[in-house]
């Protein structure tokens, strides 16, 4: 299989605190995961690629500074929305990719939403 | 940079069958995946084909690859109402990311 969860599914927050989803690939490892960013009716936009043990790599437009991402492990990457804002607010989903045909494996999502 | 195009809205009868057309502009592009999307849900894998073949088939999907046009096609056999949901065609765009287009809402009505 290729399972890949994401904790929490759904998470309220104040303006200003920081917000930390995790990414699991559960029966493999993965050496890149991917966060995307999706808003309503619109496709995803990928926002960073993580790869374990190496600095993330943010697309053009995204601030690494307010996104942090973390790849310590082979089954674990996190998200973290620092100081967020109610702009923030969004629908965030992870995929970790499997295999040597990039096939990638997407987490369930985790809405966000800062009041 | 890569650029992928889609319809975004198509109905059709429970029974019949659903095609869901994608463009695409990176002629080196390696790999085309579909990507089905239900409301509230994160993506699920539903196939994928090398840009060296023309045609997969799995199960009630079909796939048609067109190089020469950078066209991308998934039909839907017997569609049914569990087939409703966004369908995103996905193009490996180099470095093992993908670009995704904007995704077409199947709605299968009864």
């Known amino acids: 299989g290729a399972v890949v969860s994401q904790h929490p599914s759904w998470v309220i927050c104040k303006s200003g605190t920081s917000v930390k989803i995790e990414c699991r690939s559960l029966d493999f490892q993965a050496t890149t995961m991917f966060w995307y960013r999706q808003f309503p009716k619109q496709s995803l936009m990928l926002m960073a690629t993580?790869?374990?043990?190496?600095?993330?790599?943010?697309e053009q437009g995204v601030e690494k500074d307010k996104f942090l991402i973390n790849h310590a492990s082979l089954t674990l990457s996190t998200l973290t929305v620092t100081s967020a804002h109610p702009e923030d607010s969004s629908f965030y989903i992870c995929?970790?990719?499997?295999?040597?045909?990039?096939?990638?494996?997407f987490g369930p999502g985790t809405r966000l939403t800062v009041l | 940079g890569e650029d992928v195009e889609q319809s975004l809205f198509l109905s059709v009868r429970e029974g019949d069958s659903s095609v869901i057309n994608c463009t695409y502009t990176d002629s080196s592009s390696t790999y085309l995946y579909w990507y089905k999307q239900e409301p509230g849900a994160g993506l699920q894998l539903l196939t994928y084909i090398f840009s060296n073949m023309d045609m997969k088939q799995d199960q009630r999907l079909t796939v048609l690859l067109n190089k020469k046009d950078k066209h991308l096609s998934l039909r839907i056999a017997d569609t049914q109402t569990g087939d409703s949901a966004i369908y995103f065609c996905a193009v490996d765009s180099g470095y093992s990311t993908l670009t995704f287009g904007k995704g077409t809402m199947l709605l299968v009505s009864p």
């Open positions: 993580s790869n374990e043990g190496s600095k993330a790599t943010y």
């Open positions: 995929s970790a990719r499997k295999g040597r045909y990039n096939e990638q494996f």
